[in-house]
């Protein structure tokens, strides 16, 4: 993936619409939050936790376009921020690692202050 043309890609996007004006950071964080909520309202009655809607090529499409909303906000937002996505995504991950050892956490979904 190339991380730097889809940057650039929704650079152009918004600038011959004129809409950086609205791209701030506060902005960018709600619209994101936004096109969470619409990929969950897809799963929200699912009896089995979304499996089947993945099945159904329809449902599916739909799904794929909210997944594309969701990181182009946030390709956006890294983007303003002038963030190194990577690094942050990589940085967590340790941290997560530090939080949540494999002999106490494997196996189980509680909070890390719970393990």
Not at 51 to 56: P, R, V, W, Y
Not at 71 to 95: G, H, P, R, T, W
């Amino acid at each position: 993936m190339d991380l730097e043309k889809i940057k650039l890609k929704l650079r152009e996007f918004s600038r011959e619409r004129d809409w950086e004006q609205y791209h701030t950071p506060k902005n960018l964080s709600m619209a994101l939050s936004v096109e969470v909520a619409e990929l969950a309202e897809i799963f929200q009655w699912s009896n089995d936790g979304g499996l089947n809607e993945i099945k159904d090529p329809d449902i599916r499409d739909h799904i794929e376009k909210e997944i594309a909303d969701i990181f182009n906000y946030l390709v956006k937002l890294v983007d303003m921020l002038n963030m190194d996505l990577e690094k942050a995504s990589l940085n967590k991950i340790v941290e997560n690692s530090n939080k949540y050892p494999v002999n106490k956490a494997k196996g189980k979904s509680v909070k890390y202050t719970d393990l």
